[in-house]
């Protein structure tokens, strides 16, 4: 051959298939591309990137209705360079900025494995004492007075948990039928399964104490999505028609994402909105759709949906009484047309929640917790069921609370405490830290093999001893003590899958669903903010506030309804998660942060996908520290979930017939999963200064990365 082939310098070809998008300046990623841009945007205007992440996900609120909420809850975690405003702002009481090095920091952390645990909290805190049957003491428990903020390089981190609580009216025994067993409609599908929302009070709180631009400017990007309205794309469409037999049976839902059949029409272009398509206000309310004579398949008539939807109240009343008449299209009992979904190209405009938007912008949290929506959600619940009173939502508070806090490999690794998935993140790479995954390598069955039985122990743990920590009797044990971890990574057998009826108690089905939406964002000067907020499913329990123009949450579905028996995403999970007025129910969400062994920071990451965001977050982790995948490579990569029960190994597309054929023979029972999680993630480069990288997970349709 004359010649020799040109080296891959000359031809430039990149090293991976995957690459993230570049920005010289600060980035956002979300799970929908109008909010990164509202992100981006706020960025570019001065924001940090905490102003970002709240202007993000106050858009999702609106273009992302399945998921990005008003109704429902989450959490953040936040690193920002130089000193904290929070003290400033009367946002910590009397308490300082803690550092690694003091009590909530213990000794094992600085030694190399992954540590602490128990959430320094500004409003609850609670005196820890000696675990009774746990495999060793916590070292450092709820300290009073201690401060929420942890010293780290030359910035600060902070989380904020905005969980949605069970109200006060809320027992134990709430969704338990007489014969013992979960009532699983009531459990997810009433307004029972409404916890008190904290998605509001948590952004405010986080852009109170630690943004940088006035509240007004960071919400008006999400004001005006909802106000002039967004061309629904196919993503959005197909969602809204998976979810019609549920919006369909509450007026509020259904006048707000669905239109009777034959009213509006499919646009002839495309996903953007057709320009040349007539448009015109429906009834207030409904939004403004364009309109043709055809129909939609996928419709259905509103009382016609299947049996087993319709919200019921726990005395089995049921009641469709409209209490904002311009929410609804029609009055109560008016004969139900046959519905379909906004289509493609139909402009989704929500104009009630402007209004609730603007409130909130203008009155804070006093917008959201009181006054006309306040009263329109405790009108709703008192007439169709529902616990919430005015007193749940006026005693609602968001708080600041210490992030949670591990090393791997040398990286400080900071996420959410519990009620938030951090601790079992940190106990999952604790367990897998010594194993030698790079020679073992991404997607061989030696490595899968092991993080499944690694996943198991961690859900066993989570299950058995994990709560809301405000409202436990004695705090949960040290589950990420060396010493216990040892002891844990011991028990793996290298040869054999360990049955999961060897490793605790009763069995379950399964079922999935899902919604949730995580979002990140790096700024100019290094700031970092990881966001993963959660109506629980996918539209929530389905039902929205009339005349406010939001879906409510169905989150007391977390909770454990009744020991052994699983939850929406097949948790058992135990006495711990009990529902408890005021508690916080447990949570698989763990917004992460990840800082370089110099403490600079570098990538923010995190997941929806129930059970599966733990796992999800570990393994975007492992490949971008373990297995030299870049951000957009590790994200990409196919992904395994394994959670003690049911005791199956779940792999997404993308591993080698071969190495289900190994793993079958080590005893796994594998199960061909959906895509799993939308880990939006960025990361700031080094030195600082040279920018940052965005990538859009591509399970994803409408997931995007914006450069400021
Ligand atoms: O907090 C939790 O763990 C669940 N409510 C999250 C639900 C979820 O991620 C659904 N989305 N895909």
Known sequence: MAG???????????????????SARGMVASQEGRASEAGAAILRRGGNAVDAAVATAFALAVTLPQAGNLGGGGFLVLWLPGASPAAGRGCLGNAGSGGLGDGSWPAAAAAGASAPLHAAHVTHASKGEAPAGAPSAAPAPFRIGASPELTLGQGFAVAVNFRESAPAAARADLFRRADGRVDRQRATRSLESTAVPGSVAGLLLAQRCYGRLPLQAVMAPAIGLAEQGVPVDRELADSLTAALPLLAVDPTSRALFLRPVGQGGRPSKGLAASPGARTG????????????PQAAPGSIAASQHPKGWAPQSAGGARSTAQLAPAAT?????????????????????????????????RDGEAGFYRGPVAD?????????????????LSAYRAELVRPIAGRFRGHVVLSMPPPGGGLTLLQLLGLI????????????????????????LAYRDRNTWLGDPASMASPPPDLLAPAYLDQLRRSIDPARH????????????????????????????????????????????????????????????????????????????GEANAIIPGRRPLSSMAPTLVFRPDHTPWLATGSPGGSRIITTVAQVLLQRMLWGAN??????????????????????????????????????????????????????????????????????????????
């Open 376 to 392: 329109a959600l405790v009108r709703l619940m008192r007439q169709r069921g529902g616990l919430i009173r005015q007193a749940d």
């Open 433 to 456: 830290e010594p194993f030698d995954l790079q020679t073992s390598g991404a997607g061989s069955a030696a490595t899968l093999h092991r993080l499944t039985e690694a996943m198991n």
């Open 498 to 573: 360990r049955p999961a009826a060897s490793l605790s108690v009763p069995p379950p089905p399964r079922r999935e669903s899902v919604n949730t939406t995580h979002l990140s964002v790096a700024d100019s000067s290094g700031g970092l903010a990881a966001l993963t907020t959660t109506l629980n499913f996918a539209y929530g329990n389905g039902v929205s506030v009339p005349g406010a123009g939001f879906l409510l949450n169905n989150e007391m579905d977390d909770f454990t309804a009744a020991p052994g028996q699983p939850n929406g995403f097949g948790l058992l999970q």
């Open 329 to 361: 299209p029609s009055a109560p009992g008016a004969a139900s047309p046959a519905l379909r979904a906004l289509h493609p190209g139909e402009i989704l405009r929500q104009p009630l929640l402007a209004s609730t938007l603007r409130r909130v912008a």
């Open 4 to 22: 020799s082939a040109p080296s891959l310098n000359e031809i430039q070809e990149a090293g991976q298939r995957f690459q993230p998008l570049w």
């Open 281 to 292: 206000a429906n009834t207030e309310g409904m939004g403004t759709v364009a309109r043709s």
């Open 631 to 708: 951000l957009a490579t590790a994200v990409a990569a196919p992904r395994m979930h394994s959670q003690l029960w049911p005791d199956r190994l779940a792999l997404e597309e993308g591993f080698s017939p071969d190495t289900r054929a190994l793993l079958g023979r080590l005893g796994h029972s594998l199960q061909n999963a959906p895509a799993m999680g939308a880990a939006n993630s960025v990361e700031v480069l080094a030195p600082q200064g040279s920018g940052s990288l965005g990538v859009a997970d591509p399970r994803r349709g409408r997931t995007l990365a914006v450069g400021e």
